[in-house]
């Protein structure tokens, strides 16, 4: 099923631009974030936003949603200058983004999130049982599936993107703004991923993919945009004809990276864990019978599609859910029913999955 527009909106001409910024110019106290910045997404189109990590991708999109005032610059809408004075404003504007860091309330649910950011923007959309239904109702149009009443904390990180694809939509976004939305996803899910937004795009939406990824512009983007250190320097190309080592050389200008290669030297068990048994919080199996090492000098890899225990392992290790069998040990000490300040004192940290694939380090 192909994503319609919100609301029974006219299919806007194709190749017309959506949405322009030109000119936009940013500072944090004194450092410049961006200088001039300019950025344009047509109708029915997948634009790429590329660059470097601090290069003002996100930044320059966080003026066009309202997120932070430009010091000076334009933007417009369908070629008609607006303010955007705040995120309602960009709502109303029909200018939705899906933040890196998810922006939802993990102890609500799907329908309370919805409702929360409707707000008096989402006609009605008045109480959780609207909510619910307007979940139900878009998730099948644009064919986006999510339990209304599961809790956010009990999602998945590809569940939990889904709901915020579906809130943004629901508000009445055409202009979809994705912020690195593959960075948390595996290789299927991020396939999938890029395949529905080629949908949303041939559904009239106009699309912008904020990466840093040259694959994914190339393979799914219609048009690209460079910046670097604040500035655009490869402004609304064809992506037809481009390359990687062109899109490379446009990042990250004369410099030349240098990789060496690092040959893993593996020391002592750092991290044990045998037959780990974690529940959901609904009661139902998390994991079972998890057993694996981590040593010294290495990393290791877990894999598998979201939803199927990764985040109770993580929970689990970290001390938030309770460990039914099974044991985890930091070098031969065992940690299995310690609190999460002990396990924290031990040398056990956690990055959230909301913010970067799960890793565990112990020192």
């Known amino acids: 099923m192909q994503p319609a527009l919100s609301g029974g909106a006219e299919r806007p001409h194709r190749l017309r631009p959506a949405l322009s910024l030109t000119r936009i110019t940013k500072s944090f106290g004194e450092r410049k974030v961006l200088d001039e910045a300019a950025f344009t997404v047509?109708?029915?189109?997948?634009?790429?936003?590329?660059?470097?990590?601090?290069?003002?991708?996100?930044?320059?999109?966080?003026?066009?949603?309202?997120?932070?005032?430009?010091?000076?610059?334009?933007v417009a809408v369908d070629e008609q200058e607006i303010a955007i004075r705040g995120p309602a404003d960009a709502a109303r504007a029909g200018i939705g983004m899906v933040h890196q860091h998810f922006r939802l309330?993990?102890?609500?649910?799907?329908?309370?999130?919805?409702?929360?950011?409707?707000?008096?923007?989402?006609?009605?959309?008045?109480?959780?049982?609207?909510a619910a239904k307007a979940v139900e109702a878009k998730g099948r149009e644009v064919g986006l599936t999510v339990r209304a009443n599961a809790r956010i904390d009990d999602l998945s990180?590809?569940?939990?993107?889904?709901?915020?694809?579906?809130?943004?939509?629901?508000?009445?976004?055409?202009?979809?703004?994705l912020d690195e939305p593959t960075a948390v996803l595996t290789d299927d899910e991020a396939r999938s991923l890029l395949v529905f937004v080629r949908r949303l795009?041939?559904?009239?939406?106009?699309?912008?993919l904020i990466t840093h990824k040259l694959r994914e512009v190339l393979d799914h983007s219609d048009r690209v945009t460079v910046m670097r250190q604040g500035r655009t320097v490869l402004a609304d190309a064809q992506t037809v004809g481009l390359d990687a080592g062109e899109l490379a050389r446009q990042m990250v200008g004369d410099r030349v990276a240098r990789v060496t290669p690092v040959t893993a030297a593996p020391g002592a068990?750092?991290?044990?864990?045998?037959?780990?048994?974690?529940?959901?919080?609904?009661?139902?199996?998390?994991?079972?019978?998890?057993?694996?090492?981590?040593?010294?000098?290495?990393?290791?890899g877990i894999a598998g599609v979201g939803g199927n225990g990764q985040q109770q392992l993580?929970?689990?290790l970290i001390g938030l859910d309770r460990v039914t069998a099974g044991e985890a040990l930091i070098g031969t000490d065992d940690i299995t029913h310690l609190s999460v300040a002990q396990r924290r004192a031990r040398g056990l940290r956690i990055i959230p999955p909301t913010a970067s694939p799960v890793a565990w380090w112990a020192t």
């Not at 936003?49 to 601090?54: A, F, K, M, R, V």
């Open 269 to 300: 068990d750092r991290l044990t864990l045998r037959n780990l048994t974690v529940p959901r919080r609904d009661g139902t199996l998390g994991i079972e019978g998890v057993s694996l090492t981590l040593r010294a000098g290495e990393i290791l």
């Open 157 to 177: 990180v590809a569940e939990r993107q889904r709901v915020e694809i579906l809130k943004v939509l629901i508000l009445g976004a055409r202009i979809v703004i």
């Open 314 to 316: 993580a929970d689990g």
């Open 42 to 74: 047509r109708w029915g189109e997948v634009h790429a936003l590329l660059g470097e990590n601090g290069a003002g991708k996100s930044t320059i999109m966080n003026v066009a949603t309202g997120v932070y005032a430009a010091d000076a610059g334009e």
């Open 105 to 130: 309330v993990n102890c609500f649910s799907v329908a309370e999130n919805i409702l929360l950011a409707a707000g008096n923007l989402v006609p009605g959309v008045t109480n959780l049982r609207s």
């Open 201 to 208: 795009a041939q559904a009239g939406c106009a699309v912008v």
